[in-house]
């Protein structure tokens, strides 16, 4: 199964500040169809994922364009430009182009 | 879309639960489903998958135990969980493939004597 690393675990973040998280996957994530199928997900507390970002790169509707996701292959990032008050929660990079699906340990961002 | 999960609650080790997640606002028969869950404080563990052609794939942990099943006149996915153990304790979510864009609000199963 493709194993998603997820660093760091915990982000500690002033309200403005910009962070970004890494997720390195051991196998290329790149579909045999050109597409690589690498998402970023947003659990706060108490509720279900939301999907912040799909293949790689493109924004989910609604999701404030302070979030962007880049990376190909192995190695991705998601940036926030700014943090705010209602980002803060666990974020999970998720892969869908090696079956079965797997999920990086996530990473929890929280006020400094 | 709509995606309504129920059919949890609190089993014994050894016992089974069946699962439901109504689907709602889109063509069901359409897209493959997924589920997921979550023990308590931990993360996102992926459990099994169904195709819209019925197809199935499963987590290791689970395969031989979970079975995931769809009723497309029904518009509902199921999870068909016997001999439980204290590690399938979690909040279980359905999800729409594609994208992961689309999650119920999950049902918790507790395995407990």
């Known amino acids: 199964d493709v194993v998603l690393t997820q660093t760091p675990p915990t982000l500690s973040a002033t309200i403005g500040q910009s962070v970004s998280i890494s997720c390195r996957s051991s196998?290329?994530?790149?579909?045999?169809?050109?597409?690589?199928?690498l998402n970023w997900l947003l659990q706060r507390p108490g509720q279900p994922p939301q999907l912040l970002i799909y293949l790689v790169s493109r924004l989910e509707s609604g999701v404030p364009n302070r979030f962007s996701g880049s990376g190909s292959g192995t190695d991705f990032t998601l940036k926030i430009s700014g943090v705010e008050a209602e980002d803060l929660g666990v974020y999970y990079c998720?892969?869908?182009?090696?079956?079965?699906?797997?999920f990086g340990a996530g990473t929890k961002l929280e006020l400094k | 879309v709509q995606l309504v999960e129920s059919g949890g609650g609190l089993v014994q080790p050894g016992k089974s639960l069946k699962l439901s997640c109504s689907a709602s606002?889109?063509?069901?028969?359409?897209?493959?489903m997924h589920w997921i869950r979550q023990a308590p404080g931990k993360g996102l563990d992926w459990v099994a998958y169904?195709?819209?052609?019925?197809?199935?794939v499963y987590a290791d942990a689970v395969k031989g135990r979970f079975t995931i099943s769809r009723d497309n006149a029904k518009n509902t996915l199921y999870l068909q969980l016997n001999s439980l153990k204290s590690e399938d304790t979690a909040i279980y979510y359905c999800?729409?493939?594609?994208?992961?864009?689309?999650w119920g609000q999950g049902v918790m199963v507790t395995v407990s004597s």
């Open positions: 998720v892969q869908s182009t090696h079956a079965p699906n797997t």
């Open positions: 196998q290329s994530l790149l579909h045999s169809n050109g597409n690589t199928y």
């Open positions: 169904i195709s819209s052609s019925s197809g199935t």
């Open positions: 606002g889109f063509t069901f028969s359409s897209y493959g």
């Open positions: 999800a729409r493939s594609g994208t992961y864009g689309y």
